[in-house]
């Protein structure tokens, strides 16, 4: 959380205390929840799945049910989450914070996404996929040191080893343009990689887009606490939601569908009663407009500030009120595998999300939401109050 903040300094509230747990992390705690790869294999994956019946993608009329999709979303997010947690674990030390060296990520990034490729490949061969990464960094003598590390860590979790070739053509299968036609997935292997650095929060995210509009996510949060109110608790959390069929939350490595519970955004209805969240990085959203959107709102408690899609995940269960994301630059476009799988866990819990001026995030573009910019999320009571404070204070910058 809170960047450079030594950790004493970031609970000066009883309520910041609170959600310093939750938005920050706790090295020796994730640490210790991290498993072992050597004691995973995906051959172990039991799709827990009640519909062996076949999945109706043919979205005109409302019979899709996509229960396949959802189970096997979990399962590749699962996978994934596991072998991000297993290299936080194996090469993340203080040596490499110290100097401030971005390999662990990179390596668990496309080890992550190799892994939900292959799944995703193995179940619905031809669907598309539009993911954060590519092989470029990987090929060649240039990328020889990191592919070996790629190889090694994905083939601890496959049945059969893997050749490298092989590897590299899973990672690009993340390569679709996307588009407003057919099905396609998007996939953030790790969602808040400056998050995973530090142990703090961060997100492996999942959305299936049918005909232009996300239809199931899945967000895995291996760092966030099960219960907000039990912050020595255990952490890992899965949250899935598909279209019209509300959202849930379960244990990321747990009971499986036995073990979900529904979720749903707060009612808080006054905004001076509402806690809002935001990115820790000020690159990536206006931390000086938030703190003048939070004044007109009547907000006086400080803002939560976390990596990831786990901001998402925080007001779909009523942990946070609101989360502004407030461009800093015009020109930059948001990727869709920044906010798919949120998107529809927000609508699916009874929140509300859209761009700063009001528009829903239009995911049929292509990799990014062109026709958008920023993105506010909040409950239902507020979300026309919000978006009036964002308009009043951004004045039509965007
Ligand atoms: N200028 C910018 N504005 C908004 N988002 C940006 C950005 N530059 C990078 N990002 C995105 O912000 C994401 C992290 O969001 P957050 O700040 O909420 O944790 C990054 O995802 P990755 O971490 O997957 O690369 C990256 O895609
Ligand atoms: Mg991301
Ligand atoms: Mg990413
Ligand atoms: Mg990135």
């Not at 039991?46 to 519909?51: L, P, V, Y």
């Not at 407030?326 to 866990?345: C, S």
Request: glycine share 8%; aromatic share 6%.
């Amino acid at each position: 959380m809170t960047g450079n903040l030594p950790a004493a300094m970031r609970c000066c509230t009883a309520t910041f205390q609170r959600w310093a747990v939750l938005s920050g992390g706790n090295r020796a705690v994730s640490r210790a929840s991290g498993s072992s790869l050597a004691c995973f294999s995906w051959k172990h994956i039991n799709i827990d799945t009640d519909s062996n019946q076949s999945t109706f993608r043919t979205y005109s009329t409302q019979l899709a049910y996509f229960g396949k999709e959802r189970a096997v979303a979990i399962e590749a997010v699962e996978c994934a989450s596991r072998v991000c947690q297993a290299v936080f674990k194996r090469l993340v030390t203080e040596e490499t914070l110290t100097k401030k060296d971005k390999s662990p990520v990179t390596v668990a990034d496309f080890g992550a996404q190799a892994v939900v490729n292959l799944i995703l490949e193995k179940h619905f061969p031809d669907d598309p996929v539009v993911g954060e990464e590519d092989s470029k960094d990987l090929q060649g003598e240039e990328g020889r040191v990191l592919r070996e590390k790629v190889v090694d860590l994905v083939n601890t979790v496959t049945e059969q080893p893997l050749s490298s070739d092989e590897i590299l053509r899973l990672i690009d299968r993340g390569q679709y343009a996307g588009g407003p036609k057919g099905s396609h997935w998007t996939l953030d292997p790790i969602d808040g990689t400056k998050g995973f650095l530090r142990g703090e929060q961060f997100a492996v995210c999942l959305a299936l887009i049918v005909d232009g509009k996300v239809r199931v996510g899945v967000l895995g949060c291996p760092n966030l606490p099960y219960e907000l109110d039990k912050p020595d608790g255990e952490r890992g959390v899965l949250m899935v939601a598909v279209e019209g069929q509300g959202a849930f939350q379960r244990r990321l490595h747990g009971g499986g569908r036995a073990d979900e519970v529904p979720i749903h955004a707060s009612k808080v209805a006054d905004t001076k009663d509402a806690t809002f969240c935001e990115s820790v990085e000020a690159a990536h959203t206006s931390h000086g407009d938030s703190a003048n959107i939070a004044k007109l709102l009547n907000i006086t408690r400080p803002s939560v500030r976390m990596d990831s899609q786990c901001k998402y995940a925080a007001v779909a269960r009523g942990d946070a009120d609101i989360y502004l994301r407030l461009p800093q630059k015009a020109a930059y476009e948001e990727k869709i595998w920044d906010h798919a799988a949120g998107n529809i866990i927000i609508h699916e819990s009874g929140g509300r999300v859209t761009d700063v001026n009001g528009k829903p995030l239009d995911f049929s573009i292509g990799r990014t939401l062109s026709a958008n910019k920023g993105v506010i999320a909040a409950n239902a009571n507020i979300f026309d109050t919000v978006i009036d404070a964002v308009q009043t204070t951004l004045a039509g910058k965007f």
